[in-house]
């Protein structure tokens, strides 16, 4: 028996693990994997001797965010990595916009692909300077924010008040064609900002695109020295030295309820796991409501509800050993540990739009990782460990290239599209095919195989565009990790504030617990679900 049982040994279960052990409370986490970390994890799949990242590898919001900065895991063994420079987007012309450490140094590069362009980068870099740390706060604390609010109104004010706020709430494109003359900085912005699901013309997406430059100029984006898994290791061993447990291989089939309490829960073996004050959930909402919690303990609202949540969109992803670093033709791209690859802003929105219909892109937008180039452990000296990943639709209707993929992603449709990717490469590094030693396709079905909250290879448990943000995370409410089931609560990124590795979900969602467990906690619950009732009948 455990004061708290934590569903999913994903970052986020593991930081409200942690936050509720440094409270004192005795924690049991269970995870149906054979290996805790969900899509922070590493292994050695692609070729014997290369670290190669399953899924999340470059992690800015993992040292920006408040809440990983005080799990202080560089004491439980991790070591950040950078590469030379942070971000490069190479131009089919052989020029390359690149997002360095030192702000002037980014200013200086993106003056020579565009006159003034410098000062601009500079001007919102200042914007940061102002109501970055306020607005980290914001974006990260429980919703609404009230505490948090004012500081940030205050500094949004001194950095230029509804003009800023106008300019963050445009989309990229609007960004980037009023602020900059040439095609870099507009390019780092949007591509940033595609990180997400949101698009060039998507409202709001130049809040993406600059906090993600802004949090690349200021602290970089590091990796963990040999690889993603010692992220989940350092926090499995914080935990542990708090006195919490983590249990591999033992999938949980349901929350047990009794009088719309969450009592504990039973495993796909039938074994109860009690839990005294709460049950936290780190999985999507979609497999916690009418999944682990069934319809006749849920309002009917949120049936119907749910029935509207929208996923983000699939990954498709490619990881490469290679016999040398790749032989760009832009040598800058070579010193980044994160290169996007699209001859433009143009061609960003018809990748975009390619999603929005349906259609698998004919010529995708691709995020790459050059490892070994952020973290020399990743392979042997004068390799190269590699990754690049594009998106695809949830729901296939056609194919907007020529191979007829068609979403059923067998070995025909997998090779097709890596040779997409592959082609993506070769025109801005020619001679990259050569290098090749071995490679590992990882298509849309095989995300939710080793993790199941990646339905589908969608990998921010849920759309991260304005209509499921918020107070509309993961449905209509209040936009908190509690549940209409007492002592239950949503830890994953389908809970505010979303997707990204910066623990949020799951800080909030033990924030919440140790909230309902301390005097007046009885009263919370029942009050919260009346206001988001009232909100959203």
Same mark, same amino acid.
């Given at each position: 028996?455990?004061?708290?049982?934590?569903?999913?040994?994903?970052?986020?279960?593991?930081?409200?693990?942690?936050?509720?052990?440094?409270?004192?409370?005795?924690?049991?986490?269970?995870?149906?994997?054979?290996?805790?970390?969900?899509?922070?994890?590493?292994?050695?799949?692609?070729?014997?001797?290369?670290?190669?990242?399953?899924?999340?590898?470059?992690? %800015?919001?993992?040292?920006? &965010?408040? #809440?990983?900065?005080?799990?202080?895991?560089?004491?439980?063994?991790?070591?950040?990595?950078?590469?030379?420079?942070?971000?490069?987007?190479?131009?089919?012309?052989?020029?390359?916009?690149?997002?360095?450490?030192?702000?002037?140094? +980014?200013?200086?590069?993106?003056? *020579?692909?565009?006159? @003034?362009?410098?000062?601009?980068?500079?001007?919102?870099?200042?914007?940061?300077?102002?109501?970055?740390?306020?607005?980290?706060?914001?974006?990260? /604390?429980?919703?609404?924010?009230?505490?948090?609010?004012?500081?940030?109104?205050?500094?949004?004010?001194? *950095?230029?008040?509804?003009?800023?706020?106008?300019?963050?709430?445009?989309?990229?494109?609007?960004?980037?064609?009023?602020?900059?003359?040439?095609?870099?900085?507009?390019?780092?912005?949007?591509?940033?900002?595609?990180?997400?699901?949101?698009?060039?013309?998507? +409202?709001?997406?130049?809040?993406?695109?600059?906090?993600?430059? =802004?949090?690349?100029?200021?602290?970089?984006? %590091?990796?963990?020295?040999?690889?993603?898994?010692?992220?989940?290791?350092?926090? #499995?061993?914080?935990?542990?030295?708090?006195?919490?447990?983590?249990?591999?291989?033992?999938?949980?089939?349901?929350?047990?309820?009794?009088?719309?309490?969450?009592?504990?829960?039973?495993?796909?073996?039938?074994?109860?796991?009690?839990?005294?004050?709460?049950?936290?959930?780190?999985? &999507?909402?979609?497999?916690?409501?009418?999944?682990?919690?069934?319809?006749?303990?849920?309002?009917?609202?949120?049936?119907?509800? =749910?029935? $509207?949540?929208?996923?983000?969109?699939? +990954?498709?992803?490619?990881?490469?050993?290679?016999?040398?670093?790749?032989?760009?033709?832009?040598?800058?791209?070579?010193?980044?540990?994160?290169?996007?690859?699209?001859?433009?802003?143009?061609?960003? +929105?018809?990748?975009?739009?390619?999603?929005? /219909?349906?259609?698998?892109?004919?010529?995708?937008?691709?995020?790459?990782?050059?490892? /070994?180039?952020?973290?020399?452990?990743?392979?042997?000296?004068?390799?190269?460990?590699?990754?690049?990943?594009?998106?695809?639709?949830? $729901?296939?209707?056609?194919?907007?290239?020529?191979?007829?993929?068609?979403?059923?992603?067998?070995?025909?449709?997998?090779?097709?599209?890596?040779?997409?990717?592959?082609?993506?490469?070769?025109?801005?590094?020619?001679?990259?095919?050569?290098?090749?030693?071995?490679?590992?396709?990882?298509?849309?079905?095989?995300?939710?195989?080793?993790?199941?909250?990646?339905?589908?290879?969608?990998?921010?448990? @849920?759309?991260?565009?304005?209509?499921?943000?918020?107070?509309? $995370?993961?449905?209509?409410?209040?936009?908190?990790?509690?549940? %209409?089931?007492?002592?239950?609560?949503?830890?994953?990124?389908?809970?505010?504030?979303?997707?990204?590795?910066?623990?949020?979900?799951?800080?909030?969602?033990?924030?919440?617990?140790?909230?309902?467990?301390?005097?007046? @906690?009885?009263?919370?619950?029942?009050?919260?679900?009346?206001? &988001?009732?009232?909100?959203? %009948?």
């Amino acid at each position: 028996m455990a004061d708290a049982v934590v569903v999913g040994a994903g970052h986020n279960g593991l930081v409200a693990a942690n936050m509720l052990a440094d409270a004192g409370w005795d924690v049991e986490v269970l995870e149906a994997q054979p290996e805790p970390g969900g899509a922070v994890r590493s292994d050695r799949g692609v070729h014997p001797d290369f670290v190669s990242d399953l899924c999340s590898a470059f992690y %800015p919001l993992g040292v920006a &965010s408040p #809440v990983m900065r005080a799990m202080e895991l560089e004491r439980h063994g991790v070591r950040w990595r950078h590469a030379p420079a942070v971000l490069a987007h190479p131009l089919p012309d052989g020029r390359c916009a690149v997002l360095e450490r030192d702000r002037d140094a +980014t200013a200086g590069g993106l003056d *020579a692909l565009g006159a @003034g362009d410098g000062e601009a980068w500079l001007r919102l870099c200042r914007i940061w300077d102002e109501m970055g740390e306020d607005f980290l706060r914001v974006l990260f /604390t429980p919703f609404p924010p009230v505490r948090a609010a004012l500081p940030l109104a205050v500094s949004a004010r001194r *950095a230029g008040g509804l003009r800023v706020l106008r300019s963050l709430l445009a989309p990229v494109r609007s960004l980037g064609e009023q602020e900059f003359t040439g095609p870099g900085g507009p390019l780092l912005l949007a591509g940033s900002a595609l990180h997400t699901d949101v698009f060039p013309e998507t +409202t709001a997406g130049s809040v993406f695109g600059w906090l993600l430059a =802004m949090i690349g100029q200021r602290d970089g984006w %590091p990796v963990p020295e040999g690889g993603a898994g010692e992220l989940t290791a350092a926090l #499995v061993r914080r935990l542990e030295s708090r006195g919490g447990r983590v249990r591999c291989g033992t999938p949980v089939a349901s929350v047990v309820i009794r009088d719309g309490r969450a009592l504990g829960v039973r495993t796909a073996d039938g074994e109860p796991v009690r839990a005294t004050r709460a049950v936290l959930a780190d999985v &999507s909402a979609p497999a916690l409501y009418g999944g682990l919690v069934g319809w006749a303990d849920l309002p009917a609202s949120l049936r119907a509800d =749910m029935r $509207r949540f929208e996923w983000d969109s699939a +990954t498709f992803k490619v990881d490469w050993a290679l016999s040398r670093p790749i032989p760009w033709a832009s040598p800058d791209a070579g010193r980044a540990g994160t290169v996007h690859l699209s001859p433009g802003v143009d061609a960003l +929105t018809g990748y975009s739009a390619h999603l929005a /219909t349906g259609r698998v892109p004919s010529e995708p937008f691709a995020l790459l990782g050059q490892m /070994t180039t952020a973290d020399p452990t990743r392979s042997p000296a004068g390799s190269e460990s590699v990754w690049a990943y594009t998106h695809v639709p949830y $729901r296939v209707k056609a194919d907007a290239g020529n191979d007829g993929i068609t979403g059923a992603w067998d070995e025909r449709e997998q090779a097709a599209m890596a040779r997409r990717l592959e082609d993506a490469v070769e025109r801005l590094a020619p001679g990259f095919r050569e290098a090749i030693l071995d490679r590992r396709v990882t298509a849309p079905p095989a995300f939710e195989e080793h993790d199941a909250n990646l339905r589908g290879g969608a990998l921010n448990g @849920g759309t991260a565009m304005v209509h499921q943000q918020f107070v509309f $995370r993961p449905v209509p409410g209040l936009g908190r990790a509690e549940t %209409p089931v007492a002592g239950l609560y949503l830890a994953s990124a389908s809970a505010h504030p979303g997707g990204g590795v910066h623990g949020a979900c799951g800080a909030n969602a033990a924030r919440a617990a140790l909230a309902h467990a301390g005097p007046g @906690g009885r009263l919370l619950t029942p009050a919260l679900n009346a206001l &988001s009732r009232l909100l959203a %009948p």
